[in-house]
């Protein structure tokens, strides 16, 4: 409540922009326009702007959607970067993983088991976004390639088998929200 009137990811984006613009090597618009999913990007951008009945308020909303896809694009700028970008993302989707699956065996911060069973036992976790089991299911999926890429693929075997073991975490995650559309991804 009280956070709200702060916007921390409009200070957040405030803050990469401007490390963005100030980092070591040069800053270049050109840089913007690199790859062939750069001008999609920009592409989509200026098609729901241009085409929208309304474009000052369609620039308004999808304003930030660029502003994050430029930040990312430049913060990613190798392959450690972008590593160490999934990395975090694993991680993160871990916590959301533990916190789902603890509420069900017993380790229930968030209140989540009670919030599970109102919602015909599929597996939620009780923040804002993911007290919908679609919503678990949909945001915990991408993980389980990220973890084959990140850690089975091209990797000595001993490795694979414990990453195919650590998928099955995951996987389990998504089987208890009962998500068909997690499941079809």
């Not at 599929?122 to 299911?137: D, Q, T």
């Amino acid at each position: 409540g009280f956070l709200a009137g702060l916007h921390p990811v409009t200070l957040i984006m405030v803050f990469a922009l401007a490390a963005m613009v100030m980092k070591e090597r040069e800053f270049s618009v050109k840089d913007f326009f690199q790859t062939p999913h750069d001008w999609v990007m920009f592409a989509w951008f200026f098609y729901t702007v241009g085409t929208s009945p309304t474009p000052k308020e369609t620039f308004g909303e999808v304003k930030s959607y660029l502003v994050f896809y430029l930040v990312i694009v430049q913060a990613l700028s190798s392959l450690g970067r972008i590593q160490q970008f999934l990395k975090w993302w694993i991680a993160m989707i871990m916590v959301l993983v533990a916190l789902g699956l603890g509420s069900q065996y017993g380790f229930d911060p968030l209140g989540s088991k009670d919030l599970t069973e109102t919602l015909k036992n599929r597996l939620s976790v009780n923040l804002s976004i993911f007290a919908n089991p679609n919503a678990v299911g949909h945001n915990v999926i991408p993980v389980i390639p990220m973890l084959y890429f990140m850690f089975a693929w091209h990797r000595p075997i001993f490795m694979q088998q414990a990453a195919f073991l650590v998928m099955a975490i995951p996987a389990w995650c998504v089987y208890l929200t009962l998500s068909k559309g997690a499941f079809l991804s």
